[in-house]
């Protein structure tokens, strides 16, 4: 009975809000300038079109996620948790700035980022699609991808040869479109303003994805060049950064239907998938993730239940299996919630009657059905992948056997060639790594956790399924044959020791293949059909990008037959959003209000991490005194705001605009009930978390003040 | 810093919704006209004001609860949880009530009640203060209290020579005012229509306490007289009882803002307490419950960590532990949220100030000083006596020796005059009590845990405070003597035995004191001191009986003064209470709205319990079939809503009525901020939560159809 209930009001809510959906690209928004404008949008949609000019230029790359110029001086307004690598670089026992936050008093004062932190400024984003596929027309599979991957390696390349700039491909619509991105990279960044993490980071793991929260989630760093202007590693007499265009923060109060866009680097979305593939993921993937993960933590549970020092070793992989558990049950029942399979199916099955009656349909039907083939034949083998997966990386010690001898293989390579992963820059990783397995691997445990995932593939991999060198290292079809397998591999081995593991990551291929430690040799055996079964996998993946721009094609013309655009997923390039300040109905009978104030944080406070409110703060919040930065409804101090902006990860640090383009809001988090928005957008649902800037502002004029920053952004002084 | 904040908001929100505190003696009401119009009370005050004239009289006592009348066929409403025990005693294997619910097709199909459940009828309401107090004046003490206990019961014997009558004295601010309460006694109650527990009991532990709620917690009852028309015991041939009035069932849609009042037996509150009661209710009782409750979970857990069985024995104590920090703890939050230390503290100081300027203040203050001399006495040993009351409750076998020889001791007087609890009529409950030890305890952790309370005594009874009897039975002062003492107790005990139990507590007094039983000895010995200080407490309370009057003389003056009436202090009376459906604001950024809908329970559904919703009823959810009980504005179908209405445990069951008088719907809990609402209204928090009638109608139309009760109400078919 449930999914009409479900089915109905989504309906409702579809009709209000529907509008909201999208990470579109800057260059589509004077297509949908009817749209933005009905929602409120003051400006000239043509103004944001162009994302190597104002203002779409004053947001910027940051670390993996998004920030934006603030000041014309290259001020960089990013989150406190983006940033944190910064503030902890620079954190020393004498000065706590991760507990104490930091003001540099003036420019001298400003602290150099770790060195490899970055800021990039997009100054080109060019069509390149005839480029990046005249090779690869009339290929097929793995070498379709090569051909694809080769153009452009190639443009790349071409492109960095001005030094300063960083470059990149983008592939929109599912390999139908490719653009080249050219972004000038900003290499000594600088620490400005950080607030305390009990105030960037309040209530961290326990408030992560929750509403109403009350984080000061932001930082402040600002970009130096060279003297000459141009990019340069830090010296301490570089010169302030003057970007080409930078954002002016808000003054005026936000409230609940207001206007409001953002612009980020989104990272990854699902939402023009083949109804198949949300079929897949609803009633295969996330519920067998979920059962996978539930029964290895079980298993791992079982096996270190009589030993405390089992049980340390294993806390860290564990705590990372019940993330995973989480978020996929979390994924699962949004999309379950939201009635994903069956609304998609219905889109999906209009879409293709629609396009059944269209002069080109018989070409796109046919990719089309070719891609459900590959799809499908992914599919026959999922059960038996995911086990294998499971094989290869949750047995720490035979993990570490197959990265030595995986990384034998590719040093074979030229560096450029290797396999990403097993490059010379990422050995010192590896080396890591094999130290780590010290503390975090206890023989009986994943003996245990092995015969377990081994006994599940066996039983789901029949016949042509089965892998032949897994047979041949682990023979037995029942536990007990298994577990005596198990023992064979690891009776006698050397590699529980650190350094048997680093010596063996120093030997070529060759020492290693006349290795006798049993585990090595198991490694070396097994090595094949990983890279086998991962090649099987790219080939598809070549298929898929050869054909799915079919599959795009039809639903674009069948979005335009309805006066509708389509944005491409998400493939962490600048995205425009646009929504409203908005509150949320989480369950029936309650109702998230869209402003967070400080009153909250006296609520929340226990004195106690992560609940430490700092004295200083919760002083200023008895004084009262929030001047220019009050609400004037709400008579108090905000924090936080909620804004239906369609966002996922990435979008940390975006700017969140008001209907005049100037900043009123930080974006940081999303809510708990939108995580399975990266495959459907839920209007009901699907909420996203800023900072309310006027909170930063009062916390820069009354509470750990910085009135020379408040000036160079040109804002009150209180 | 953090009262401050709350202070200011607390004045805020106070200024809206102050007039909706009280719980109102109906004879109050009219001094409170001008209040009542301006919540939006259409109706004339003085025809609520006599308890004994409709429609007061169709509010009714049910069990330890709340009813009403809502026939002329004498059709009662309640709680699903208040006929509980009715429901329960007619289910049979075969016949599950519980599980399925009941509709009785016609009067022969209606089920006889447990023969004890009784239903009250109001019939006499009388001022009797000169006659209760005549032969206490002048006394004081134990004297005073005995005075007013023997002109209460002589009343009372009076008053029941009639038969067919339950008669009571109510006290009233606190001694200040008695009245004689004459209730016509129905005992032949019969159980009508109750939906299935999925739907009376929805959400059961998990939901209690707790906004949005979704439950059907209804059932109806009908009261049954002989013949002749007065109340007889169950008879087949009985007739319906026609109540000197009944409520009518609205069928306006309830709005948040909407008028509402209830009328309902609220048992205890401690409003009117003095502000040195309230510093030792948030200052040191509940802290202290708090402390002790944990430390007594931690210990009893401590000492059964090795053994199953002793956990086993152990789980209903301490779950009972846990459930009563939980409550103290939230009480605890709830008063320190509302800042009541302060406000009544400064309440009380103006009120002084004011006394101070009266003619009669000298008298009036000699009293209060008096009776503020008293509780400090209390106060002395509170720390002590909290200690000796877990000695003498908590460990299981100890306490039930002590029984025995109490009961031994009240054996030797008349049963009439025997102490409560131990009359001839308890008997049988102590016999299954003394059973009952047999599975709750074990030596070494009842052992653990008097030596953990017995340390505790010892640290906190210094000198004078020391008790001689304990001292002789468990001598030491560190762990390790007190540990030797109580093995002293202990050692050779036949008392672990059941049948040596049963049989000591047929034993009489002297048999008792020539036992040998080392344990019975110890309680022998003990038993005096225990029955002592329960003395200098009913002492205590006679001394308070006589002085807080005073108090209250001086509390009504100065509210006078204000403008503003006092009612009494809940004592399980009628009462009447009146505001608005309302909505709440539980924490910063959250909106609790104050009506739910049938979509909730959809949500909520799991398909296990206690959020197994009946087939029949996510069937009808779906089907969408509301008629006219569906809300015009939501759409869809209610299921209960929220009032600021002033309620407390007793409430139960009480019927809630809109401007002109109809019911609108049924209390039945009230949230978890609200827990502390006995000490001190706090009108941001105290809720209270009512199932809306229109979902008791729509199940009874579309659900479980009983059109015959519909009819019988008066309410549409559909």
Redesign the interface.
């Known amino acids: 009975?449930?999914p009409?209930?479900?089915a109905?009001?989504l309906a409702l809510c579809a009709t209000a809000a529907q509008a909201d959906e999208g990470m579109w690209m800057p260059s589509q928004l004077p297509d949908i300038a009817r749209q933005l404008r009905a929602a409120g949008f003051k400006g000239d949609p043509a103004d944001l079109a162009d994302l190597t000019r104002a203002p779409m230029n004053a947001v910027v790359k940051v670390g993996g996620a998004t920030g934006s110029f603030v000041s014309a001086d290259g001020l960089v307004l990013t989150n406190h948790h983006v940033a944190f690598g910064v503030i902890q670089y620079n954190a020393k026992p004498e000065r706590d700035l991760i507990g104490n936050g930091f003001v540099a008093a003036d420019r001298a004062a400003e602290l150099p980022a770790n060195p490899d932190f970055r800021v990039l400024v997009t100054t080109g984003f060019d069509k390149v699609t005839e480029r990046i596929l005249q090779d690869a027309r009339g290929k097929r599979g793995r070498a379709y991808y090569d051909a694809v991957d080769s153009a452009s390696k190639t443009l790349v390349a071409e492109c960095e040869r001005e030094p300063g700039y960083r470059c990149s491909v983008a592939n929109m619509y599912y390999g139908s479109d490719f653009y080249l991105i050219r972004q000038l990279e900003l290499r000594d960044i600088r620490l400005v303003y950080a607030p305390p993490d009990s105030i960037g980071n309040y209530g961290e793991e326990i408030d992560n994805f929750v509403?109403?929260?009350?984080s000061g989630d932001f930082t402040l760093l600002r970009a130096y060049v060279g003297k000459d202007g141009k990019p340069a590693d830090y010296a301490s007499d570089n010169v302030p950064y003057q970007p080409p265009s930078h954002l002016q923060i808000a003054t005026d109060p936000v409230r609940e239907g207001d206007y409001a866009m953002l612009a980020g680097y989104p990272g990854t979305t699902f939402r023009h998938r083949m109804a198949s593939e949300f079929v897949q993921q609803v009633q295969w993937q996330l519920p067998s993730r979920v059962a996978l993960y539930a029964k290895m933590i079980e298993t791992i549970d079982a096996a270190a239940a009589g030993s405390a020092d089992a049980k340390v070793s294993y806390a860290a992989q564990v705590k990372g299996f019940k993330n995973t558990l989480k978020r996929a049950q979390g994924e699962l029942d949004g999309l379950r919630r939201s009635d994903a399979v069956r609304v998609r199916g219905e889109d999906e099955k209009a879409m293709l009657a629609w396009l059944d009656k269209q002069a080109d349909a018989r070409a796109i039907r046919a990719d089309i059905d070719a891609a459900q083939k590959v799809i499908d034949a992914g599919a026959a083998t999922r059960e038996r992948d995911q086990l294998l997966t499971a094989i290869r990386t949750q047995a720490q010690l035979l993990n570490a056997a197959l990265t030595v001898q995986r990384l034998a293989q590719e040093r074979a390579k030229p560096d450029a060639q290797r396999e990403t992963g097993y490059q010379q820059r990422d050995e010192a990783l590896i080396a890591g790594r094999l130290k780590q397995v010290q503390r975090r691997y206890r023989e009986p445990v994943e003996k245990q956790l092995l015969a377990y995932l081994l006994l599940q593939y066996k039983r789901a991999a029949q016949g042509a399924q089965r892998v032949a060198e897994i047979e041949r290292v682990f023979p037995g079809e029942d536990e007990a044959a298994l577990k005596r397998s198990i023992d064979a591999v690891y009776a006698g081995t050397g590699f529980g020791e650190e350094a048997a593991r680093l010596q063996a990551m120093q030997a070529d291929a060759k020492t290693l293949q006349s290795s006798t430690d049993p585990l090595l040799k198991a490694a070396a055996a097994l090595s094949p059909a990983f890279a086998r079964i991962e090649e099987e996998g790219k080939a598809r993946e070549g298929e898929l990008l050869r054909l799915r721009p079919a599959y795009m094609r039809a639903l674009i013309g069948y979005r335009q037959s309805q006066g509708r655009a389509v944005y491409p997923d998400a493939n962490s390039t600048l995205r425009v959003s646009y929504g409203a300040v908005s509150s949320m109905d989480p369950?029936?009978?309650?109702?998230?209000?869209p402003?967070?104030?400080v009153?909250?944080i006296?609520?929340k406070?226990t004195g106690a991490r992560p609940f430490d409110a700092p004295q200083a703060l919760?002083?200023a919040?008895?004084k009262?005194d929030f001047g220019s930065t009050a609400d004037p409804e709400l008579k108090t101090q905000t924090v936080d705001f909620l804004t239906n902006l369609d966002t996922t990860g990435g979008n940390s640090g975006s700017p969140v605009l008001d209907a005049q383009g100037r900043l009123i809001g930080l974006n940081f988090d999303s809510n708990w009930e939108a995580v399975s928005a990266s495959w459907m957008f839920d209007p009901r649902y699907k909420r996203a978390i800023h900072v309310d800037m006027r909170y930063m502002r009062w916390l820069m004029a009354k509470v750990y003040p910085a009135p020379h920053l408040l000036k160079e952004m040109q804002l009150p002084a209180e």
Request: hydrophobic share 30%.
């Open positions: 009975m449930r009409r209930v479900l109905l009001s509403w109403p929260r009350h369950r029936d009978g309650v109702r998230y209000r402003l967070t104030t009153q909250g006296v609520e406070h919760r002083e919040i008895a009262g």
